[in-house]
């Protein structure tokens, strides 16, 4: 079952920094490091979280374009997550998602 993006929070993800997630898009699956977790400020009135941003790092090499990407991993579970490739360099291919 995948969970809605309105009950995810930093703190979803703190637990799982360092672990890696399976990314599926169109019948292919990746494996993505979570990296970091880092919040972005405070909350709007209207906002249902406080903004976080999520690294990832991936293969060198690996390319994906900006979408929305099935998340999934033992312990977590399943979400949709928007990513944007942010470079590729020796510690890897590197995305970033953003949470407001």
Not at 6 to 17: Q, R, T
Not at 42 to 65: C, M, N, T, Y
């Amino acid at each position: 079952m995948t969970t809605p993006l309105e009950d995810l929070s930093a703190a979803s993800f703190e637990p799982h920094i360092g672990a890696e997630f399976t990314v599926e898009s169109g019948g292919t699956a990746v494996t993505l490091r979570l990296d970091s977790v880092r919040l972005l400020g405070h909350r709007r009135p209207e906002a249902i979280r406080d903004p976080f941003s999520l690294g990832f790092v991936g293969p060198q090499g690996l390319r994906l374009p900006q979408e929305i990407y099935q998340f999934s991993r033992e312990g977590f579970g399943v979400a949709g997550i928007f990513i944007t490739q942010t470079g590729d360099g020796a510690r890897g291919s590197e995305f970033e998602a953003i949470f407001t």
